[in-house]
């Protein structure tokens, strides 16, 4: 290959100027032209800091200097401007031409515009920055999200556990339920049954008296006789009220009624006489105000004889001589009516308290407890009464609290 083979080829497939040790330029090819824009003339004579980019800091072109007038090949990839402002990036090569004396007669710099390339690396870096951007708010966000998904994982659970406690007392209320049904159905049969012999018995106990007050003269003997008859008819009459009572209270549809606690309270009373005597129960009833409720006189009865009946027997397991059992009647802000019962037996065990109005919870002897007692006692007060019932120890024995709405004035 001759020299001028050389330099054609170096010549069409770079881009090449030559510049005088001023930096004026001597010599463009083509290709120069072409890319920066130049026509040759517009370049000849013109320094090379031409196609300068604004961009580019001085020292580089102070390293570039330094390095050729020390006669060394200067190698950079460097950023330009061509004459329509266009940012041309070159891998440039300024080689000095010495001369015979080793002196420098020349600078011929040889350029490949890398800027395709150099655009493409930019953009790359760009996404690279944005990527690594996304990636560290992605962890974070993340991060975020799982923290809610923790939150909600956690409301789920909560929730599911709630769902699974409504449902296993749904269960229950049904089975109990399905229990009240049932026992409301063999008690409206006693009743039919016990309704025909216990008039047959008024009619026989009435005509007993006929035949007696016709056979005898005595005065006194009748009035003895009387009552005996009387306290018979008491009882008959008792017992078909009863029998109405339990039939009322399986009722689903009955109807509440008004009534004063007062008249419940003596009802009490009047039924557990006989209690009361036999096991030397001291009863103080305090009304701190004369108040009526609504629901049922026979249920809230029941409820207080319960509460009687247990007295009683925490009485006679701890064999307590002196039983002191006092009723306060009184009503709250919110104009609830508030009664109070409490006993001396002692109170009842910190570990079972929270368990005795558990359906079937009974510290007593199967004979003597089903330990339906209290169970029973406070679904009427929230079921028939819409109330409540709590229990605590005081320095005596058991207090049970009951809070029930006041029937209302204009009712
Ligand atoms: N006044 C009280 N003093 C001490 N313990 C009591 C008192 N009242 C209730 N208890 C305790 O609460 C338990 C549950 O009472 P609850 O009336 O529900 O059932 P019970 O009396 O055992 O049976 P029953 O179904 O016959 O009423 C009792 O077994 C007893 O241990
Ligand atoms: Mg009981």
Redesign the pocket.
């Known amino acids: 290959m001759t020299l001028e083979q050389y330099k054609n080829a170096i010549e069409t497939s770079n881009i090449v100027s030559k510049t005088d040790l001023n930096g004026m330029i001597t010599f463009v090819n083509d290709e120069f032209c072409r890319i920066f824009e130049y026509s040759r003339e517009e370049l000849i004579g013109k320094n090379h800091n031409i196609v300068r980019h604004p961009d580019v800091d001085a020292s580089v072109f102070k390293a570039l200097w330094d390095t050729i007038l020390a006669k060394k090949t200067y190698k950079s990839t460097v950023k330009n401007l061509s004459k329509s402002g266009k940012t041309i990036y070159v891998n440039t090569t300024v080689i000095p031409i010495l001369d015979k004396n080793g002196a420098i007669e020349e600078f011929i710099a040889i350029r490949y515009d890398v800027t395709r390339k150099e655009e493409l690396t930019k953009e790359l870096q760009k996404k690279e920055r944005e990527l690594e951007n996304l990636n560290a708010t992605l962890e974070e966000r993340i991060a975020i999200q799982t923290q809610e998904l923790q939150l909600l994982n956690r409301d789920l659970e909560k929730r599911v556990e709630e769902e699974v406690c409504k449902n296993r007392e749904k269960d229950r209320l049904l089975f109990q339920q399905s229990r009240l049904a049932s026992m409301g159905e063999m008690i409206g049969n006693i009743a039919h049954q016990w309704r025909q012999p216990l008039s047959e018995l008024s009619i026989t106990l009435y005509k007993t008296k006929k035949i007696y007050m016709s056979q005898t003269e005595n005065l006194s003997d009748h009035d003895t006789f009387l009552s005996s008859y009387n306290h018979a008819k008491d009882v008959i009459k008792k017992m078909s009220k009863t029998i109405e009572d339990f039939r009322h209270f399986f009722n689903p549809n009955r109807a509440r009624e008004h009534f004063l606690i007062k008249d419940a309270v003596d009802e009490m009373l009047r039924i557990m006489k006989e209690t009361v005597h036999k096991h030397h129960l001291h009863i103080k009833v305090t009304y701190k105000k004369n108040i009526s409720i609504d629901g049922f006189i026979s249920e809230f009865t029941q409820v207080l004889m319960?509460?009687l009946?247990?007295?009683k027997?925490?009485f006679e397991s701890k064999h307590v001589t002196q039983r002191e059992i006092a009723l306060v009647i009184d009503s709250d802000e919110q104009s609830n009516a508030v009664i109070t019962y409490h006993?001396n037996?002692?109170?009842?065990k910190e570990d079972?308290i929270d368990k005795?109005?558990d359906p079937y919870?009974?510290?007593?002897h199967s004979s003597?407890?089903?330990?339906?007692?209290?169970?029973?006692?406070r679904m009427i007060i929230k079921d028939s009464m819409d109330g409540d019932m709590s229990?605590t120890n005081n320095d005596h024995?058991?207090q049970?609290t009951i809070i029930v709405p006041q029937r209302r004035k204009n009712e």
């Open positions: 319960n509460l009946n247990n007295s027997d925490a006993d037996a002692g109170g009842i079972i005795i109005f919870f009974t510290t007593k003597v407890g089903t330990g339906l007692g209290l169970y029973m006692s229990v024995g058991a049970f």
